[in-house]
């Protein structure tokens, strides 16, 4: 048995499938961040999807607070290096 969507005419267009494309996309998103929040793991099947689309559900979680208070003085550190040109950026 061939287990096929039919979707009515006026989803057949390829903008139609483009956006169907994107909010499955996102619904499958949404579930595997969902689990790994519970579980801190992602499964095997997960991870394949996640590379297929280069994402991965630590994207989406704020970042640590110490990290954003590192950032800021290594920031507050550093001096910026400045370069007259393209060119002499390259030569370094």
């Known amino acids: ?6 979707l009515p ?3 057949q267009s390829k903008t139609a499938s483009k956006l169907l494309g994107n909010v499955l996309i996102n619904l499958v998103k ?3 961040l969902n689990r790994y929040k519970e579980t801190r793991e992602v499964t095997d099947e997960d ?3 996640c590379e297929q689309i280069d994402w991965h559900p630590v994207d989406e979680l704020p970042p ?3 990290h954003v208070e590192e950032m800021k ?3 507050k550190e550093e001096t ?3 370069f007259n040109s393209v060119e002499e950026l390259i030569e370094k």
């Open 1 to 6: 048995m061939d287990s096929q969507i039919l």
């Open 9 to 11: 005419k006026e989803l």
């Open 30 to 32: 949404q579930d595997i």
């Open 47 to 49: 991870w394949e999807f």
């Open 64 to 66: 640590k607070l110490e």
């Open 73 to 75: 003085r290594r920031l």
């Open 80 to 82: 910026p290096i400045r």
